[in-house]
């Protein structure tokens, strides 16, 4: 008989909160025993019964609320982090493999999601900088330090290079196999990506979105000040480098990285330059002392943006060893200023409108997805756990990308695709839909930013971008409503901002620049959907304000004060009036991760415009559109989009050449 047969059922529950122990899931999981609870989920170990291997379970207690509408969103975003995260873990042993991913129904009746997670025998960071303490054991050198953290610091380099962040990197998250002062030690990041998915998904019925300059989902006591206010700027690569830098000050020091015993306390420690995190008195080297000072900068735009580049300068500071060269400083964009949003008309019959027209985490959050949790004396603490921790799942349904393109772009497999629509909503120039096959290719993640093109004017290289819209028959009241959001009248507010109010041979120039190429109309359609068919980036869900850069309640406010007619496409508040800084919607990245391919501005392509041909029977292989025509192709929807139909992949519009509007810039191609 189990020892909980005869446990009081308060107690049993307290043991075994879901009453699992000696449980099978899915005919080939056996549950063995309670690993650790959290704010949001409940950890198992539990042994396969066909590979006849320990394995860990995560279930995600958290999610069980979620109405049955919603529980397929959620499946599918564990899917999509997940094959970003197994993309990383075939990289790197430094990232815990995701196994499985399921539902199951508790004895309860709760519907609960869960993951299937390698097994791992050791403990997490906090845990023995707890015991090390206790013992009175001698703290580690910066050298040693970053010894200890060299796998994780490498792990995060490989994740900030392909445009993923973690958003929560502290010594809970961070697991420790084999003994801490040995050789042969090595360390697993863990808890990628999913807080910050049940975090999102708990945001309520509408929708279960929420961009990521927003997400909650982090520890304050390893806060980054942007992650406790929104106005420094979204989180991103830069917020993990703040992450990392505290860690390494408490192997170093042994310390607090933030004081405060309540959230405001620790925000204040956070965001405050007088109060910055101390370094601690382990750190002697001044070149060292200058590096970890940059990394924990109060404002995200001053500190490393990527893990690779802290990481890189850090070692050459204390002389280390610097033959790794996926570590060294690579291109990651640096993090937005904090701005506004916006959106625009849809084209009206007879009148032509100008365009500007990312097991076991000791304990994921608390129920409000913000953990409290400053470092405290170990006998304070109790129920350190041992054992795996997440990642995000491959799921068959999602094309992974191959092959390696160059940093900032993504790998489009290429394949077969029917582009195009027959849909009874689709306008005539989106059909018919045709059948087209492609090369492989790469496509940028993101759209060109005004940073990024202004490097390149600044360089000689580029024509400026456009201070003033210019199309044909373009008003004084035109020009008083929209001269303002050029973004290259604000360089610096609007850095990461996409470049507008260039025309189709600026956008051509700057991409062979570098190289590359504007994607042609068939290869910009498949980045953006694929090849299931699918009606938008994301899914068949219809836009709302988490997913992309479209028309709300900001933009209706922005048109009635600049005298410009507008339409919402939906009701809330996306949280940018005009432009918004690029990546701040990933939630609404299509299948192969390619960030605001809809809304935010327009994007020129390469081909000229000619309506689909009727009658084509035959497939098509990497079409390049008519060679002459008088209009170059737009695809995308702007920030002022206000029907759903302009932010379908399929949808179609047009603009001369010579046009320079703020709704539409560009994103580069590159042939492979």
Same mark, same amino acid.
């Given at each position: 008989?189990?020892?909980?047969?005869?446990?009081?059922?308060?107690?049993?529950?307290?043991?075994?909160?879901?009453?699992?122990?000696?449980?099978?899931?899915?005919?080939?999981?056996?549950?063995?025993?309670?690993?650790?609870?959290?704010?949001?989920?409940?950890?198992?170990?539990?042994?396969?019964?066909?590979?006849?291997?320990?394995?860990?379970?995560?279930?995600?207690?958290?999610?069980?609320?979620?109405?049955?509408?919603?529980?397929?969103?959620?499946?599918?975003?564990?899917?999509?982090?997940?094959?970003?995260?197994?993309?990383?873990?075939?990289?790197?042993?430094?990232?815990?493999?995701?196994?499985?991913?399921?539902?199951?129904?508790?004895?309860?009746?709760?519907?609960?999601?869960?993951?299937?997670?390698?097994?791992?025998?050791?403990?997490?960071?906090?845990?023995?900088?707890?015991?090390?303490?206790?013992?009175?054991?001698?703290?580690?050198?910066?050298?040693?330090?970053?010894?200890?953290?060299?796998?994780?610091?490498?792990?995060?380099?490989?994740?900030?290079?392909?445009?993923?962040?973690?958003?929560?990197?502290?010594?809970?998250?961070?697991?420790?196999?084999?003994?801490?002062?040995?050789?042969?030690?090595?360390?697993?990041?863990?808890?990628?990506?999913?807080?910050?998915?049940?975090?999102?998904?708990?945001?309520?019925?509408?929708?279960?979105?929420?961009?990521?300059?927003?997400?909650?989902?982090?520890?304050?006591?390893?806060?980054?000040?942007?992650?406790?206010?929104?106005?420094?700027?979204?989180?991103?690569?830069?917020?993990?480098?703040?992450?990392?830098?505290?860690?390494?000050?408490?192997?170093?020091?042994?310390?607090?990285?933030?004081?405060?015993?309540?959230?405001?306390?620790?925000?204040?420690?956070?965001?405050?330059?007088?109060?910055?995190?101390?370094?601690?008195?382990?750190? !002697?080297? *001044?070149? =060292?002392? %200058? $590096?970890?000072?940059? /990394?924990?900068?109060?404002?995200?735009?001053? &500190?490393? +943006? #990527?893990?690779?580049?802290?990481?890189?300068?850090?070692?050459?500071?204390?002389?280390?060893?610097?033959?790794?060269?996926?570590?060294?400083?690579?291109?990651?964009?640096?993090?937005?200023?904090?701005?506004?949003?916006?959106?625009?008309?849809?084209?009206?019959?007879?009148?032509?409108?100008?365009?500007?027209?990312?097991?076991?985490?000791? !304990?994921? *959050?608390? =129920?409000? %997805? $913000?953990?409290?949790? /400053?470092?405290?004396?170990?006998?304070?603490? &109790?129920? +350190? #756990?041992?054992?795996?921790?997440?990642?995000?799942?491959?799921?068959?349904?999602?094309?992974?990308?191959?092959?390696?393109?160059?940093?900032?772009?993504?790998?489009?497999?290429?394949?077969?695709?029917?582009?195009?629509?027959?849909?009874?909503?689709?306008?005539?120039?989106?059909?018919?839909?045709?059948?087209?096959?492609?090369?492989?290719?790469?496509?940028?993640?993101?759209?060109?930013?005004?940073?990024?093109?202004?490097?390149?004017?600044?360089?000689?290289?580029?024509?400026?971008?456009?201070?003033?819209?210019?199309?044909?028959?373009?008003?004084?009241?035109?020009?008083?409503?929209?001269?303002?959001?050029?973004?290259?009248?604000?360089?610096?507010?609007?850095?990461?901002?996409?470049?507008?109010?260039?025309?189709?041979?600026?956008?051509?120039?700057?991409?062979?620049?570098?190289?590359?190429?504007?994607?042609?109309?068939?290869?910009?359609?498949?980045?953006?959907?694929?090849?299931?068919?699918?009606?938008?980036?994301?899914?068949?869900?219809?836009?709302?304000?988490?997913?992309?850069?479209?028309?709300?309640?900001?933009?209706?406010?922005?048109?009635?004060?600049?005298?410009?007619?507008?339409?919402?496409?939906?009701?809330?508040?996306?949280?940018?009036?005009?432009?918004?800084?690029?990546?701040?919607?990933?939630?609404?990245?299509?299948?192969?991760?390619?960030?605001?391919?809809?809304?935010?501005?327009?994007?020129?392509?390469?081909?000229?415009?000619?309506?689909?041909?009727?009658?084509?029977?035959?497939?098509?292989?990497?079409?390049?559109?008519?060679?002459?025509?008088?209009?170059?192709?737009?695809?995308?929807?702007?920030?002022?989009?206000?029907?759903?139909?302009?932010?379908?992949?399929?949808?179609?519009?047009?603009?001369?050449?010579?046009?320079?509007?703020?709704?539409?810039?560009?994103?580069?191609?590159?042939?492979?």
């Amino acid at each position: 008989m189990d020892e909980s047969d005869t446990l009081p059922p308060g107690e049993e529950r307290a043991r075994d909160p879901l009453l699992l122990a000696g449980e099978i899931i899915d005919g080939k999981y056996a549950i063995e025993s309670l690993v650790g609870t959290g704010g949001t989920s409940v950890v198992y170990r539990a042994t396969h019964l066909v590979w006849k291997r320990p394995v860990a379970i995560k279930l995600f207690r958290s999610l069980s609320e979620i109405p049955p509408h919603g529980r397929a969103g959620v499946l599918e975003e564990f899917a999509r982090e997940g094959q970003l995260l197994t993309v990383l873990s075939e990289q790197t042993t430094a990232i815990v493999q995701a196994r499985d991913i399921g539902t199951m129904v508790t004895k309860a009746g709760e519907w609960t999601p869960y993951l299937v997670l390698e097994w791992l025998e050791g403990a997490t960071l906090e845990a023995v900088l707890e015991r090390e303490q206790a013992e009175g054991v001698r703290k580690r050198s910066l050298a040693e330090a970053i010894a200890l953290l060299d796998p994780a610091a490498r792990a995060l380099a490989l994740a900030h290079r392909r445009g993923i962040a973690h958003r929560d990197v502290k010594p809970s998250n961070l697991f420790v196999v084999g003994p801490p002062r040995s050789d042969d030690v090595s360390i697993k990041l863990l808890d990628f990506g999913i807080a910050k998915v049940v975090a999102e998904f708990k945001q309520g019925e509408q929708g279960f979105r929420q961009t990521s300059a927003s997400a909650t989902s982090f520890t304050p006591a390893y806060g980054a000040p942007e992650q406790f206010s929104k106005d420094l700027g979204p989180t991103g690569p830069w917020t993990d480098v703040f992450g990392l830098a505290l860690v390494l000050m408490e192997v170093v020091s042994g310390l607090a990285p933030l004081a405060g015993d309540s959230l405001a306390e620790l925000q204040v420690a956070s965001t405050r330059i007088s109060l910055r995190p101390s370094l601690g008195p382990g750190v !002697a080297s *001044t070149p =060292a002392k %200058a $590096v970890l000072a940059r /990394a924990v900068a109060v404002n995200p735009r001053e &500190r490393y +943006a #990527s893990a690779g580049e802290f990481w890189s300068a850090l070692r050459a500071a204390v002389d280390l060893d610097q033959s790794h060269p996926w570590i060294a400083p690579e291109s990651t964009p640096h993090p937005p200023p904090p701005s506004a949003v916006m959106t625009l008309r849809p084209p009206r019959q007879g009148r032509r409108w100008a365009v500007g027209a990312f097991a076991l985490a000791a !304990a994921l *959050t608390t =129920a409000a %997805a $913000v953990t409290v949790h /400053a470092r405290r004396p170990p006998e304070a603490r &109790r129920g +350190a #756990s041992p054992a795996t921790t997440v990642a995000r799942v491959a799921s068959a349904a999602i094309v992974a990308p191959v092959a390696t393109c160059p940093d900032g772009m993504v790998a489009i497999p290429g394949g077969k695709f029917f582009m195009g629509s027959d849909s009874k909503d689709a306008v005539d120039n989106e059909k018919p839909a045709h059948k087209v096959a492609l090369a492989p290719f790469c496509i940028d993640r993101f759209e060109v930013t005004t940073r990024a093109y202004r490097a390149c004017s600044d360089a000689g290289e580029c024509k400026r971008a456009g201070l003033v819209n210019d199309w044909r028959g373009i008003t004084d009241q035109d020009h008083e409503s929209f001269d303002s959001q050029c973004n290259a009248l604000n360089p610096e507010e609007r850095a990461e901002h996409p470049i507008n109010c260039i025309d189709w041979q600026q956008a051509v120039d700057f991409c062979s620049m570098s190289g590359r190429r504007l994607p042609t109309e068939a290869e910009w359609e498949f980045a953006a959907r694929g090849p299931d068919g699918r009606k938008y980036p994301w899914g068949d869900e219809a836009p709302t304000a988490g997913l992309l850069n479209a028309c709300g309640s900001e933009c209706v406010a922005w048109g009635k004060a600049h005298k410009v007619e507008v339409q919402a496409m939906f009701e809330v508040d996306d949280g940018w009036a005009t432009t918004a800084p690029v990546g701040s919607f990933p939630r609404g990245a299509s299948r192969y991760g390619v960030e605001d391919v809809v809304g935010n501005v327009w994007e020129w392509v390469a081909d000229w415009y000619a309506p689909y041909a009727e009658d084509q029977q035959e497939q098509q292989t990497d079409p390049r559109g008519p060679e002459r025509g008088e209009a170059r192709v737009i695809r995308g929807g702007a920030w002022n989009g206000g029907y759903p139909s302009w932010v379908r992949p399929t949808f179609r519009y047009r603009d001369a050449p010579k046009t320079r509007s703020y709704g539409i810039g560009l994103r580069c191609a590159k042939s492979r």
